[in-house]
């Protein structure tokens, strides 16, 4: 059977993200491989993002939980601290990521992010100037962008 | 690492997203360089390797420019491999700049741990094989 080796917390945490999902949130491994997620955030209410399905991915490294989880957007996202390759800057997936935290804790981490874009901490040094310079302006296109690329059409 | 259905196997688009950032760092000593063409594909398909002539070969001091196509089934199968410069090797196609499976064993001897990287290398060591060391080569700067 594959993934037979698969440690038990990472099999407890998937358990309860199926049987307990957070609002908004939902995550699901993938058939082939237990380590690889199949997630979908909502764009949450009085956000630019609201309405939007966003399609992200996730892998537990080797090294789970000891290190993060790789995460990133699939969806096209206009946001200051994504990249175009929906790449994320957030502190707990890098420097402050500690083994307490959860896979639910990161995505709803995330979540949180699309509530309160940091323009301060850009990956996105393009989006990041737009926000600065005129946030009403920066957040329609946003907007736009979340009805273009994040319809769940 | 636990072998056989044990293993961690990291998924095509984080596999490629380390190779990116490997080759954002710089490989090595530098003769052998690779980049995204298209930095809005989330999907990473289209790459442009370089490679510098090794030293002391006919090749010495040219740069060789080659597309490399990673499909969705990467890396359980190997890119596509297309030089753009000019090259005469023998794992090269004359007339379309095909690197040919068949004549270049680390893409007919494929394995899910090789990268874009090892390709490069293993061309740049093709350069200075015995089958190849003879071979006329085309002007500096033509392509395909």
Redesign the interface.
């Known amino acids: 059977?594959?993934?037979?080796?698969?440690p038990r917390r990472i099999i407890k945490e998937t358990q309860r993200l199926l049987s307990e999902p957070a609002p908004g949130i939902s995550a699901s491994p993938?058939e082939d491989?237990m380590?690889?997620f199949n997630v979908m955030v909502l764009g949450p209410t009085q956000s630019p993002y609201e309405g939007g399905v966003f399609k992200l991915?996730l892998?537990l490294?080797?090294e789970y939980p000891m290190a993060a989880p790789?995460v990133?957007f699939?969806t096209?996202i206009y946001h200051p601290n994504i990249d175009?390759?929906?790449?994320i800057c957030l502190d707990i997936l890098k420097d402050k990521w500690s083994p307490a935290l959860q896979i639910r804790t990161v995505l709803l981490s995330i979540q949180a992010l699309l509530s309160a874009p940091n323009p301060d901490d850009p990956l996105s040094e393009n989006i990041a100037k737009h926000w600065k310079a005129n946030e009403v302006e920066a957040v329609e296109t946003a907007k736009e962008w979340t009805r273009l690329y994040a319809s769940g059409a | 690492?636990?072998g056989g259905?044990?293993e961690?196997?990291?998924?095509r688009?984080?596999r490629l997203?380390e190779e990116?950032e490997r080759g954002e760092k710089g490989i090595g000593d530098g003769t052998v360089s690779y980049g995204m063409d298209d930095?809005?594909d989330?999907y990473?398909r289209s790459w442009t390797g370089t490679i510098i002539g090794p030293r002391g070969s006919i090749h010495d001091g040219r740069i060789y420019q080659l597309k490399l196509f990673c499909d969705k089934d990467y890396p359980e199968r190997p890119p596509t491999v297309r030089f753009h410069s000019r090259i005469n090797l023998t794992c090269v196609n004359h007339n379309t700049g095909m690197v040919e499976p068949k004549k270049f064993n680390i893409l007919e001897n494929w394995q899910r741990e090789y990268t874009m990287e090892h390709i490069l290398t293993h061309l740049k060591k093709e350069m200075t094989a015995s089958h190849n060391r003879k071979l006329a080569q085309p002007p500096d700067g033509s392509f395909f």
Request: net charge positive; hydrophobic share 40%.
């Open positions: 059977m594959a993934n037979s080796n698969l993938s491989n380590r690889y991915e892998f490294p080797e790789k990133r699939l096209k175009k390759l929906g790449r | 690492m636990v259905s044990g961690v196997v990291v998924p688009n984080f997203l990116l930095g809005d989330i990473m």
